[in-house]
């Protein structure tokens, strides 16, 4: 696959945000959420792992806050060494305004943001999900359908109507800086629709992280 073929010629940064208060989970004041272990690996280590073995990146940040100490330490001892890898915290007071404030600090490129809380993601799907994108777009999100997600056994979390259909967000958002003028911009966000197990599994409680651990004796 040539990157050429897929985007046009700016940086290609991928984001991994983990810096969230965790909230959902019973014992996040014991362990933070990307650390929580699947399969004998961090969540954040998924994440990252996954975007490493996808070429096509210029750059991988990963954003942790004041609210995940324990991961910021913890991915600066994994990463620090890596030549295409940088930590940056953000201010960790709203998912939102973290992402608009990297977008326009990362400006010009298109960038791929990507939560800390899916432990089946890898570099096969990120690459089926780029080559679905229409990159003119600015702000491109990737969804499930609701009775998709709810068929594994996972309550969706952030659910969206079209056309009288329920869909749930992945957690996975590309924004081309490009076409952001300012920090307080509005986008226009277009969708992509991937039914994948790979994303629909997204640990956001305690007993989704528990249904991870058994989808993984059952794979």
Known sequence: MHRNNLVEE?????VVMCGG?????DDSTV???PLQMVRGKTLIEYAVSALVDCPIFDKIMIVPSHNTPMTSKFVRNIYGSFDNI????????DYSLDLMQLVKYLKPSKIFFLGA??????????KKIIENCAWDAACISVILRKRFVESIGIKPSVIICKDNIYYCHSGITIINSL??????QRLSESYVLMDEKEIAVNVNTTKD???A???????
């Not at 208060?21 to 989970?25: A, D, P, T």
């Not at 076409?179 to 307080?184: A, P, Q, R, T």
């Open 31 to 33: 362990i933070e959420k």
């Open 179 to 184: 076409g952001v003028k300012d920090k307080n």
């Open 10 to 14: 700016v940086s290609m940064i991928a």
């Open 86 to 93: 940088e930590v940056v915290e953000s201010i960790g007071l």
């Open 213 to 219: 651990k058994s989808l993984c004796h059952q794979a």
């Open 117 to 126: 809380d899916l432990p089946f993601i890898n570099a096969k799907i990120i």
């Open 209 to 211: 992280l528990e249904l």
């Open 21 to 25: 208060k965790g909230s959902r989970m």
